[in-house]
């Protein structure tokens, strides 16, 4: 693994109605659901980083926050930028901001681990007992 401060990513949509709070359960109007902002920011992170790992590393995420500041209605172009802030052992941080037409729409930060898929798959399966 090699990875350093300032590896970015962003991902672009246009809200449709997949990507609303009605359809993800999280609210009753159709404008971009905080889940599926949060699911953009953390593909963004996740393209951001997957050729920087050796084979058969992968990375899980493990803290979020996230303000979500204005609503975004169907038709709406929101895209949103990630920057790699902090790498501290296999623990990277990063920032994310999301921006439709008329300004920020949400920001917060993504901490994800980087893990040896399957040991990772492994524990999971010990899980079911």
């Keep these: 693994m090699t990875l350093a401060p300032g590896l970015r990513s962003q991902l672009l949509i246009m809200v449709q109605m997949a990507d609303t709070a009605k359809r ?5 109007v159709p ?6 902002l949060l699911a953009l920011a953390e593909a963004a ?3 951001a980083v997957e050729k920087h790992l050796a084979p058969g590393e992968t990375s899980v995420g493990t803290r ?3 303000d979500h500041l204005a609503a975004s209605p169907l038709g709406t172009h ?3 930028g990630v920057e ?4 501290d052992g296999r623990r990277l941080v990063f920032a994310f901001e999301a921006h439709d037409k008329r ?6 930060t993504i901490e994800r681990v980087v893990v040896d898929r399957h040991k990772f798959l492994a524990g999971a399966q010990r899980r079911l007992g």
């Design 24 to 28: 993800a359960g999280s609210g009753d």
């Design 84 to 87: 790699l802030t902090e790498v």
């Design 31 to 36: 404008v971009l659901a905080t889940p599926r």
């Design 45 to 47: 992170t996740v393209r």
């Design 103 to 108: 300004g920020v729409v949400g920001q917060g």
């Design 78 to 80: 929101v895209q949103v």
């Design 64 to 66: 979020v926050t996230l």
